[in-house]
């Protein structure tokens, strides 16, 4: 185990023996969701609470956060909207 990875790899390790699902609660963590989906088999579920403004990060989010997450709870529909908006198409999602 590479001493960088060391707090992550024991997060896998936790979220393994522990936990039935995953919550995400900001799209932030995006990339510590993609990071783990190699490493877990517990659902994911991310809260969309934010309206990113059309660059190429919103883009690169959006499709990491459609990508990895099993289901996206989105705050209201202007941040459904807006995830569209950057290209997102979701596997399950809710308002």
Do not use: C, Y
């Not at 960088?4 to 900001?26: K, T």
């Not at 989010?61 to 705050?75: K, S």
């Amino acid at each position: 185990m590479r001493k960088r990875h060391a707090s992550r790899d024991a997060l896998a390790a936790e979220i393994e023996s522990r936990f039935d699902l995953v919550h995400f609660n900001h799209e932030a963590l995006h990339m510590l969701m993609a990071w783990l989906r190699a490493r877990t088999r517990a659902p994911f579920v991310m809260h969309v609470r934010t309206n990113l403004q059309p660059s190429i990060f919103a883009r690169l989010q959006t499709r990491i956060m459609a990508r990895f997450a099993d289901h996206l709870v989105f705050i209201t529909e202007h941040e459904q909207n807006s995830f569209r908006r950057n290209g997102g198409m979701a596997r399950k999602e809710s308002v």
